[in-house]
Structure formats: structure tokens, C-alpha cells
């Protein structure tokens, strides 16, 4: 069982940077592949980016893609979204999402989501 929880989200203006963190609780988080996902009211949740247990490969949605950062620190159980030039259309609630095999697939883990709006 794993356990998550977002922080970091907010108010902020286009052209601007956020950075989101997702803490894990357990022994486990390392052997797990660690996504973030976000949903637009009246949208489809969409996968944004994802990490794999060691962080040596990363995966990124077109729309992020340059724009976006995941990374993870195994030690301290956490993974991270830094998020440059951000967009009104980033405005969404983000989560984050554990699983031992997918990355861009269906997660087992999830929390309980962020809200990031961005202001034109």
C-alpha cells in the first residue's frame, strides 16, 4: 500500500512556475514508477509526465513536453513536477500516482490531487 500526498499547487500568473510534490509514506515508494496526471473541469484526466523506480527515464505529454520537469528523490520518498511557462490551459487539478510497471497506463496508487490555476 502506498500513500500520497500533493502539495504545492496555487495561483499563478502565465509565464509563470510552480513546483508540485507528491510524499509517499511506506518502504515501497522506490519500487515504484511515479506519474503525474491532471483534469481540466469537463475534461478527461490525461497523463502529463512519468518517472520509472530510478529515475533514469522520464516520459512527458506533447503539451508539457520542454515546459515540464518530474524528477524523484528515493531517499526522501518524494517525486516532483516543476512546472516554467506555464499556460491559462495548465489549469487543472494534479496528481500523483504510484505503480510497479506502467508509466503512461493504468496506476494503482493515487492521491488526492492539487489545484494549479493560471491566470492570463
Known amino acids: 500500500q502506498v500513500q500520497l500526498v500533493e502539495s504545492g499547487g496555487g495561483l499563478v500568473q502565465a509565464g509563470g512556475s510552480l513546483k508540485l510534490s507528491c510524499a509517499a509514506s511506506?518502504?515501497?515508494?522506490?519500487?515504484?514508477?511515479m506519474g503525474w496526471f491532471r483534469q481540466a473541469p469537463g475534461k478527461a484526466r490525461e497523463f502529463v509526465a512519468g518517472?520509472?523506480?530510478?529515475?533514469?527515464?522520464?516520459d512527458y505529454a506533447d503539451s508539457v513536453k520542454g515546459r515540464f520537469t518530474i524528477s524523484r528523490d528515493n531517499a526522501k520518498n518524494t517525486v516532483y513536477l516543476q512546472m516554467n511557462s506555464l499556460k491559462p490551459e495548465d489549469t487543472a487539478v494534479y496528481y500523483c500516482?504510484?505503480?510497479?510497471?506502467?508509466?503512461?497506463?493504468?496506476?494503482?496508487?493515487w492521491g488526492q490531487g492539487t489545484q494549479v490555476t493560471v491566470s492570463s
Open positions: 511506506g518502504r515501497t515508494f522506490s519500487t515504484n514508477n
Open positions: 500516482a504510484a505503480d510497479p510497471f506502467t508509466m503512461r497506463g493504468r496506476y494503482r496508487y
Open positions: 518517472i520509472t523506480k530510478t529515475g533514469g527515464s522520464t
